[in-house]
């Protein structure tokens, strides 16, 4: 499993506006072979924005790495930093998770050898 997460420091203010951009879009992802899911997280407050996080779990790196190169992802992120006001301070920051252990309810980890 490869999860890949961007982190957005979403200026105050512009929350509902940012949610609402994220629930009105089309992404496309369950056109590609490997998506199982997509989450926008919301975090923690700061004095000057709030933390918000895109979350998506592929089957694969290569899964994800195939989104990246494809007409859905040009497609999805062709509206990104348009003529809209920005609602976010900088660009997203970027963060890729390869799964190395993964445990689930009702379910025990396996043993170290």
């Known amino acids: 499993m490869y999860i890949a997460m961007n ?7 512009n929350e509902e506006a940012f949610e609402t951009l994220w629930r009105s879009r089309e992404s496309y992802l369950h056109e590609l072979p490997g998506f199982q899911e997509f989450s926008l997280l919301k975090g923690p407050e700061k004095e000057d924005h ?5 979350h998506t779990v592929w089957n694969s ?15 999805a992120h062709s509206r990104a930093g348009g003529a809209n006001k ?22 025990t ?5």
């Not at 709030?50 to 895109?54: E, Q």
């Not at 790196?61 to 497609?75: G, H, I, L, V």
């Not at 980890?109 to 050898?113: K, L, M, R, V």
């Open 7 to 13: 982190r957005f420091k979403v200026s105050k203010g």
């Open 50 to 54: 709030t933390l918000y996080s895109s």
């Open 61 to 75: 790196f290569a899964d994800f790495k195939n989104w990246t190169t494809s007409e859905q992802f040009r497609k």
């Open 86 to 107: 920005p609602l976010h301070m900088g660009h997203p920051e970027f963060e890729g998770f390869q799964a190395v252990l993964i445990q689930r309810g009702g379910e």
């Open 109 to 113: 980890a396996p043993s170290a050898a």
